[in-house]
Nanobody, 124 residues
Framework: QVQLVESGGGLVQAGGSLRLSCAAS????????MGWFRQAPGKEREFVAA????????SYTDFVKGRFTVSRDNAKNTVYLQMNSLKPEDTAVYYC?????????????????WGQGTQVTVSS
């Protein structure tokens, strides 16, 4: 078992930045690839970014490439999502998730553990 708690969401103007954090407890954090997903009202949950156990491999969906950066600190049991140049269409609840596989994946069903989510609202 692993417990995940996201933080860092909030209200920001378009063009601004936020850094989301996801703190893990329970099983060894470095055993998991970690992913970030988001879900806007009335829409399905979608992949945002993911990072491998040792940070060697990262993956991003096209609409955040060049704006978002995923990173992790295994010593602090935390994964981060740095979000720059935010757009109103980035507004959603952001979730972190943990996958026992070594490499990051983009499919929600691959992830066994999920946080409760943090709201990100970008105003125009």
């Amino acid at each position: 078992q692993v417990q995940l708690v996201e933080s860092g969401g909030g209200l920001v103007q378009a063009g601004g930045s936020l850094r989301l954090s996801c703190a893990a407890s329970g099983r060894t954090f470095s055993s998991f690839a970690m992913g970030w997903f988001r879900q806007a009202p009335g829409k399905e949950r979608e992949f945002v970014a993911a990072i491998s156990r040792s940070s060697v491999s990262t993956s991003y969906t096209d609409f955040v490439k060049g704006r978002f950066t995923v990173s992790r600190d295994n010593a602090k049991n935390t994964v981060y999502l740095q979000m720059n140049s935010l757009k109103p269409e980035d507004t959603a609840v952001y979730y972190c998730a943990a996958d026992l596989a070594a490499l990051p994946k983009s499919t929600p069903s691959n992830y066994a553990y999920w946080g409760q989510g943090t709201q990100v609202t970008v105003s125009s």
